[in-house]
């Protein structure tokens, strides 16, 4: 051990001067406080801090959906939506026409597209 300067030995006597003059109860208390700051802490579990922000999220996007009125439909009320339902537009693309073999209907479709956009 090192040689200590008159100033560390003034303040050990003091600090060890005045914790000599705390009673039993706190002199406990900090022996507790220290040995819980000494101790290496536990590893926190990553879904304890994302499971709150997490149910909020949904429960955000789930009140945006009722009160938009969308809620979530079942298939057969998506078949009898009217206005463009999901299966209705399945079934526009699966009977869609084949452009790869008919070069002549390749013309007709760009003419057509471009009398619909004018």
């Known amino acids: 051990?090192?040689?200590?300067?008159?100033?560390?030995?003034?303040?050990?006597?003091?600090?060890?001067?005045?914790?000599?003059?705390?009673?039993?109860?706190?002199?406990?208390?900090?022996?507790?406080?220290?040995?819980?700051?000494?101790?290496?802490?536990?590893?926190?579990?990553?879904?304890?801090?994302?499971?709150?922000?997490?149910?909020?999220?949904?429960?955000?996007?789930?009140?945006?959906?009722?009160?938009?009125?969308q809620g979530f439909k079942t298939e057969s009320q998506l078949a009898q939506g009217g206005n463009g339902s999901a299966l209705e537009d399945i079934d526009l693309l699966v009977d869609a026409p084949d452009f790869v073999g008919d070069a002549d209907d390749v013309e007709f479709y760009e003419w057509a597209a471009g009398e619909i956009e004018s």
């Open 1 to 69: 051990m090192t040689e200590q300067t008159p100033f560390e030995k003034r303040t050990r006597e003091l600090l060890d001067e005045s914790a000599g003059r705390l009673d039993g109860r706190t002199r406990s208390r900090l022996t507790q406080a220290r040995h819980a700051a000494l101790q290496p802490k536990r590893a926190r579990q990553w879904w304890r801090t994302y499971l709150p922000a997490g149910a909020a999220t949904a429960a955000a996007v789930l009140a945006v959906l009722i009160w938009n009125g």
